[in-house]
């Protein structure tokens, strides 16, 4: 089965920890893309990569890091340094030329 | 920039009845459309988009959009209502990036209820 798959489905994090999001696609897609849910805020854009080795800030990088080290996986990471993280984490993707971004079934990230 | 309005956080229908989720948009350039459906704590499934071509979009579930540029408008419709179709529903346009891919814009989402 193709898809995109997201672990954990539930994250906790204490105060000052890093934490890292997991997103893995086996779609073949190039690029991939990373949005934070919050209630009544729609999704917004944290990071986005189009090619293996190369990724670009969303809307709101501030407090969160990626890698696109193969094309399977974009990972997130959300640093000590974003002081309100609890939300649903989305991660998606789409082919090159494609129009059309496909969904993970998301992180939930609570603070402890 | 582009930009997305959802016209009413929470809609309420009998079921049976129509459903009618109103989305309008903002774009400098001929906008690609989406909207999307969220089950509770689940991702996002795609409903139905517009690129080009026929301005009447038919989706999975029943559902339909219509393109309508002198409006600026992409509302989703669906006749008849059932209880299976409670859920959060996105409105999105999309910016082609520069290097591959797109940006999606979201709405705030519309959550809809089905009475009995």
């Known amino acids: 089965d193709g898809g995109i798959t997201q672990s954990p489905k539930y994250l906790f994090r204490k105060e000052g920890q890093n934490v890292t999001l997991s997103c893995e696609q086996n779609l073949n897609h190039d690029a991939m893309y990373w949005y934070r849910q919050d209630p009544g805020q729609g999704l917004r854009l944290i990071y986005y990569s189009q090619i293996v080795n190369d990724f670009q800030k969303g809307d709101i990088a501030e407090g969160y890091s990626v890698s696109r080290e193969k094309k399977e996986s974009f990972p997130l990471t959300v640093t000590s340094a974003q002081k309100n993280p609890t939300a649903f984490y989305l991660c998606a993707s789409s082919t090159y030329r494609g129009e059309t971004q496909y969904f993970g079934p998301g992180t939930r990230l609570l603070v402890l | 920039a582009q930009s997305v309005t959802q016209l009413g956080s929470h809609v309420s229908v009998s079921e049976g009845a129509l459903v009618l989720l109103r989305c309008n948009y903002s774009s400098s350039v001929p906008p690609y459309l989406f909207w999307y459906v969220q089950y509770p704590n689940q991702g996002l499934q795609l409903l139905l988009k517009?690129?080009?071509?026929?301005?009447l979009v038919k989706g999975i579930n029943g559902f339909e959009a219509e393109f309508k540029k002198s409006e600026t408008s992409f509302h989703l419709t669906k006749p008849s209502a059932h209880m299976s179709d409670a859920a959060e529903y996105f409105c999105a346009v999309s910016d082609r990036l520069t290097g591959g891919g797109n940006k999606l814009t979201f709405g705030t989402g519309t959550q809809l209820k089905v009475e009995l």
């Open positions: 517009y690129t080009t071509g026929a301005t």
